[in-house]
């Protein structure tokens, strides 16, 4: 029995469902990663106020930000609605949530990477990354086993 509502209405991924959302998934992620890095260019400006003072007819540096932090909040929530977990948005980390033999296993990758290699247990984090081919086998006909 679910313990709230979002349990209810959570993804879970097999490995080639999640693959097969990846290139969406690319274009998403891209963004997020880019905006961030102009975000954090344009924080470090505030920090010398003669460079970020409005100039005639330009716009002011802190509207770019706020308008900024909105879009950076729309492309988490995209990811959110698709049942994607953003982990890192610098790095471009990203989760898949999947069940594995009756637990919940995350799908990992990261921005760049070709596609997706990766699994961890949610409570290991990138750092306990392994290769998705030691489990894969275990996925067949596109449903992931649930132990019963």
Known sequence: MPVSGLEMTKKWFTPS???????????????????VEILQDQFKRLEQPSEWEPQSGGSDLLEDIEKGKDKLLH?????QRLGIELKDPEKGLIDFPCLFEGREIYLCWKHGEDSIEHW???YAGF?????????????????PIVSN
Do not use: C, W
């Not at 492309?75 to 990811?79: A, G, K, Q, S």
């Not at 290769?131 to 067949?140: A, G, H, N």
């Open 17 to 35: 469902e999640a693959t097969k959302m990846l290139p969406l998934v690319k274009m998403i992620v891209a963004d997020i990663v880019e905006l």
């Open 120 to 122: 961890h247990e949610i």
């Open 75 to 79: 492309f988490v929530e995209e990811l």
């Open 127 to 143: 750092a306990g990354r392994q290769p998705l081919e030691k489990i894969f086998p275990y996925f067949e006909n596109n449903s």
